[in-house]
């Protein structure tokens, strides 16, 4: 169902412009939140994927430009082999299930991480629902899907040594900029807020690079009871910062330039 625009002056109190471009989440708790009700950790899980439709609806109703979820990174192979497969099988149910909603709000769908070692169901579904919406032209919904920020830099800097042993690339040209192309989330913006749930205080190896200058927002609440209520409260909360980049006041609509000098 198509869900109608927010202003965020009427619920935020917040103009437009003082909103994050760009959220990223690491979505934890989920099997604390089972725990503590003595329920198995796979039944968080269902609970955690089913939250995510209410954050990426809030996100689009208020026209924030990218959401990044963390939800399965490459250290998370070493889990049970039961909670990997359920885990697995419930990225395969979300991609099937949710694309209409994703249509019905022209969200567009990108996954950043390697593919390798994916499910071939999981793939399938995934190239499914990246092709359908990719003409979308409202929320970006990145899914860190098989992802390591440590992996990413590694996979960044082969595709540059590529480059310099074709002769595309020469070594003293290459910038921060080159760095920021060859990385999955080439061509889009850094994240401005960094939301992490269950009172964490970790990035756990989560872009590594893109956050350098995100505003960190902690809460604690397991990620299957972080709501919309929350998810305003951090947007309010990074509205209030003040977001030097290293130097003094700068607007928030002013990002550092690559290079920036930092004290």
Not at 108 to 127: A, K, M, N, T
Not at 208 to 221: F, G, K, N, R, T
Request: with cysteine; net charge negative; proline share 5%.
């Amino acid at each position: 169902m198509k869900e109608q625009p927010l202003d965020p002056r009427d619920v935020l109190g917040l103009d437009p412009e003082q909103l994050p471009r760009h959220i990223a989440i690491i979505m934890d708790g989920n099997g604390r939140w089972a725990n503590h009700r003595d329920q198995p950790r796979l039944e968080g899980h269902r609970a955690g994927a089913a939250n995510v439709r209410e954050i990426v609806t809030a996100c689009a109703r208020l026209s924030i430009r990218y959401l990044t979820l963390y939800s399965f990174s490459l250290e998370n192979w070493k889990r049970p082999k039961d909670e990997v497969d359920l885990l697995m099988a419930l990225y395969a149910h979300y991609l099937i299930k949710e694309r209409d909603e994703l249509m019905d709000n022209d969200v567009r769908l990108v996954q950043v991480g390697r593919r390798e070692g994916l499910p071939d169901e999981v793939l399938r579904e995934l190239d499914l629902t990246v092709a359908m919406t990719a003409d979308n032209g409202g929320l970006t919904l990145c899914l860190a899907l098989n992802y390591g920020g440590r992996a990413e830099i590694v996979d960044g800097v082969r595709r540059i040594a590529q480059g310099v042993a074709d002769g595309t690339t020469r070594p003293e040209e290459i910038s921060e900029q080159t760095v920021s192309d060859a990385l999955y989330t080439a061509g889009m913006d850094d994240p401005d807020l960094l939301i992490r749930t269950a009172n964490e205080r970790r990035l756990s190896n989560f872009l590594l690079w893109q956050i350098s200058y995100a505003e960190l927002h902690v809460v604690d609440v397991f990620w299957p009871d972080f709501h919309t209520e929350h998810l305003h409260a951090a947007i309010k909360d990074y509205a209030g910062r003040d977001r030097r980049y290293g130097g003094l006041s700068t607007p928030a609509s002013c990002p550092p330039k690559r290079g920036d000098a930092v004290g």
